[in-house]
């Protein structure tokens, strides 16, 4: 569980384009590449669907 949420901030710090180097290097010294994997693609699917919410809730109101 904590590989997990470790991951989950880790990319989610990456996709905001703030994760430092010492965690990254953290990463892929003792992270396991599937979980990143299996991370990165959660929340990219999570960011399309908000993407996606918000475009039609403000296209409700037009």
Not at 13 to 30: I, K, P, W, Y
Not at 47 to 58: P, Q
Request: hydrophobic share 60%.
């Amino acid at each position: 569980m904590k590989d997990w949420l470790r991951a989950f901030a880790s990319v989610f710090a990456a996709f905001l384009g703030v994760q430092s180097e010492e965690n990254r290097e953290r990463d892929f010294q003792q992270g396991r590449f599937s979980v990143f994997v299996v991370a990165g693609i959660a929340l990219t699917l999570g960011f399309l669907l908000t993407v996606y919410v918000l475009v039609k809730v403000v296209m409700s109101f037009v």
